[in-house]
């Protein structure tokens, strides 16, 4: 767990060896004290240096020890005694230094890292702070500024810009070993006084610094507590003689570790890494399926969605054949495309991409690419006839994807003469900023296609979770019931503003009504058209309020029927001061429209308390949660998760809906579910799921237990 060597007879080199980031697991702390001692204790050794195999230096505290009651020597001493040595000890990082990683390197009197490694403190996206002495020492280091900034945010520095803020000594593209090693050689004998951070004298920060710090903390964490700590804890470094410093980060710490927060980060951290690990009803798995290289892929459509993708695709350099019908969205969505991509060349101070698309109003050139992602808007006939032709048109071995976010996937993958290469690739919108990507496997999708999909995500930096077809796939199913309590409340009683406070103050970045104003009100309007829910497929038969042999609010068709339709034309649940204003105010106009739509269907209005706005919005969701999972739509609890924190506004630091209601309460979950369903009949989808209630029969398992109670997969192949 940590290898201990002699080099040129006086170096003794310790190895962190715990694939496949050398955490620093109990064996390997008490691996490392006795290697240390071994070596300060050997007469012959002059120089130590500490390095990790494979390439990695280590990835920090092992998280997955967290969970159970920590055991083996803990890292404070272990570090301080390093310190506190007579030989000099010299930090070798390759790969990542994070974490307890980097305190432990903060310890060595000296760090050369290689110029491809990354060093960072990311305690805080876990809900905890650096412990093992970071808080102290880093602010001694490189200064308060900086160093608050590093750990409250968690950000990973480059080893050039470690350079420049003085976390590392030095920086080589040769064997960082090796010159570690002779680094070691050449300082031995100079006095270590000066190279003991926690014996240095930490210089005033500027005024204000921390309360400024605080306040845009407060305003940015939606209630996270770790980032408050993390500033708490630098403030003492610099306002506290060393020892005190640590007993503060000690306490601090002793807050955070068994929060609800520490949990739901810890548990996002491993669900982001085992949706990648996908495995699909059939009996496929990531573990089996290869996937295909793609040198040269298509997007058909440019409007928001089609610019964001193939901006994304070009930043994961790969060419691009940029297809679009309509020469006035062709013209505008070059432009667009070609604006940002310079606008990236610019950040990073290189020449724009731009070479590697290619735009063009005809289907015929897209003859030769690997994979096509069509991403026109949601109309089902005219996606049956680009299939169509698509599938006479491109190499019989290429992969046609659909960006839609609802439509059925199979229906379009029938009418090609190629189901198995049909997946879709749900992206979100702006595509080229937000990280979800669902990949929907369809009734014929092969493994290969499904792999070469989440593959692409991947390199084109998302967070991909394979999701099975179904209206809405898994984040736009559960997000309908959401939006349509929220509708309900308002014609209970309840304000936009009200709604929205409540989901902000849980943590959302923007409650629902915010969001509707922001991506307009006609998107739902066209969807609820397309479903015969509004507009000419009605049946007008049954009562205004019904549709489809449920409850129903027309409220957000009434506003588009008025052209209210969010930022764009300065009105919609919001009042803006200007068509694309993204200020917004609460209109009178609008709640004056509420009482009057309540009195027109003889609707009285209610208090509604913050709780019942929470249950009501976020129950219903997370019900439609567990029926995706016990119709094997989504493979675990996890993907749910993932796809509602990076795709959906969930706040990280509450895990996700399943994650939320593990929290709760499994039992709480379906008493007010099993409540608000016999107070609201006429709302099928409040009647709790079959697998709730066999959980809750089961006496609420964990959630990493729940997978033991979803049908199996079984194998066709
Ligand atoms: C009272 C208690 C006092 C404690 C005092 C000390 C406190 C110390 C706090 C810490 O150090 S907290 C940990 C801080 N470190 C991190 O947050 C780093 C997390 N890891 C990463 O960012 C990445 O994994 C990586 C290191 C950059 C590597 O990325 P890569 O993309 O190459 O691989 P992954 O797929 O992410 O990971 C591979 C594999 O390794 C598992 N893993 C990674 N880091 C850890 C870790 N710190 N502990 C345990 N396991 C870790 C990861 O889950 C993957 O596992 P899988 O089974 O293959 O999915």
Redesign the pocket.
């Known amino acids: 767990m940590a290898k201990y060597s002699r080099l040129h007879g006086s170096v003794g080199l310790i190895s962190l060896a715990n694939p ?2 050398n ?2 697991s109990s064996v390997v702390r008490h691996a490392i004290s006795e290697k240390v001692a071994k070596a300060f204790r050997d007469p012959e050794v002059t120089c130590v240096v500490i390095c990790g195999e494979n390439g ?1 230096f280590c ?6 020890e967290f969970a159970s009651t ?1 055991r083996g020597p ?3 001493p272990m570090i301080d005694a390093i310190e506190e040595g007579e030989k000099p000890v010299v930090a070798a990082i390759e790969g ?1 230094a ?4 980097l ?1 432990l390197a903060l310890g060595c009197h000296y760090r050369i890292a290689h110029y491809k490694a990354r060093v960072g403190l ?2 805080v ?2 809900g ?1 702070l ?3 002495g970071g808080t102290q020492r880093l602010p001694r280091l490189t200064g308060v500024a900086p160093a608050l900034q590093l750990i409250t945010t968690g950000r990973h520095v480059a080893a050039p810009e470690a350079l420049k803020l003085g976390i590392v000594d030095q920086v080589t593209e040769q064997n960082t070993v090796e010159v570690a090693v002779q680094f070691a050689k050449s300082v031995v004998g100079q006095a270590l006084h000066n190279r003991r951070l926690s014996l240095r004298q930490l210089s005033c920060p500027p005024d204000g610094l921390f309360e400024e710090t605080m306040a845009q903390i407060k305003q940015r964490a939606r209630g996270a507590v770790a980032p408050i700590a993390c500033v708490q804890a630098v403030k003492a470094a610099a306002t506290l003689p060393f020892k005190a410093g640590m007993d503060k980060e000690r306490d601090l ?2 807050t955070l ?1 068994n929060s609800g927060q520490a949990k739901a980060l810890q548990y996002s ?2 669900a982001q ?2 949706v ?2 996908w495995n699909l009803p059939n009996g496929a798995h990531s573990g089996i399926s290869k996937a295909r290289a793609v040198h040269r892929a298509a997007v058909i459509g440019l409007g928001t969605m089609g610019r964001g993708i193939v901006v994304s695709l070009v930043r994961a350099g790969i060419s691009v054949i940029a297809m679009e019908t309509n020469e006035k969205q062709l013209h505008t969505g070059k432009k667009m495309v070609i604006a940002i991509l310079e606008k990236d060349a610019q950040k990073h101070n290189a020449a724009p991409r731009a070479d590697l698309v290619h735009f063009t109003e005809r289907l015929s050139d897209l003859s030769n690419v690997d994979l096509v992602i069509e991403a026109v808007y949601e109309d089902m006939v005219l996606k049956k006839d680009i299939f169509k032709q698509l599938s006479m048109i491109c190499k019989p071995d290429a992969f046609l994807c659909t960006n839609t976010s609802a439509l059925n996937v199979d229906e379009l993958a029938a009418v090609t003469g190629r189901p198995e290469m049909v997946v879709g690739m749900h992206f979100f919108a702006p595509a080229h900023v937000m990280k979800l990507l669902e990949v929907v496997y369809g009734q014929h999708s092969s493994p290969e296609a499904v792999a070469t999909a989440m593959q692409l995500g991947k390199r084109l930096g998302k967070v991909s979770v394979a999701v099975g077809n179904c209206p809405g796939f898994v984040g736009n199913r559960m997000m309908k019931l959401y939006v349509e309590q929220a509708h309900f409340l308002l014609e209970e009683g309840a304000t936009p503003e009200q709604v929205d406070e409540a989901l902000e103050e849980f943590g959302f970045a923007m409650g629902i009504f915010k969001v509707s104003d922001l991506s307009g009100l006609d998107v739902g309007w066209r969807v609820r058209k397309e479903a015969g829910l509004t507009g000419a497929g009605v049946d007008w038969k049954e009562p205004p309020r019904r549709r489809q042999g449920r409850r129903y609010s027309p409220l957000a068709d009434l506003l588009c029927e008025k052209g209210h339709l969010g930022q764009k034309t300065s009105r919609g649940w919001y009042l803006y001061e200007k068509p694309g204003g993204r200020d917004p105010k609460p209109d009178q106009g609008l709640h004056s429209f509420l009482v009057e739509y309540r009195s027109k269907y003889g609707l009285k209005a209610r208090r509604i308390d913050k709780d019942e706005v929470l249950e009501r919005c976020l129950f219903s969701l997370i019900n439609e949660g567990f029926c995706i999972l016990d119709d094997g739509i989504a493979s675990g609890p996890e993907d749910v998760d993932v796809i509602y924190v990076h795709g959906y506004g969930w706040p990280r630091h509450r895990g996700g809906p399943m994650f939320y209601a593990d929290m709760v309460g499994l039992s709480k979950v379906l008493e007010r579910l099993e409540f608000y369903h016999q107070a609201h009949p006429d709302v099928p989808y409040l009647k709790p799921s079959p697998l709730l209630r066999k959980l809750v029969r089961n006496g609420s398992p964990p959630i990493r237990e729940w997978r033991e109670f979803l049908k199996r997969p079984h194998s066709h192949l």
């Open positions: 496949p980031v955490a620093l990695v990835g920090g505290a092992d998280i997955r920590m803990p890292l404070v990542v994070f974490g307890g990683g305190e990311p305690e996206t876990l905890l650096p412990a093992a710490m002793a570790f951290f491993f890494r085992s990648a690990k």
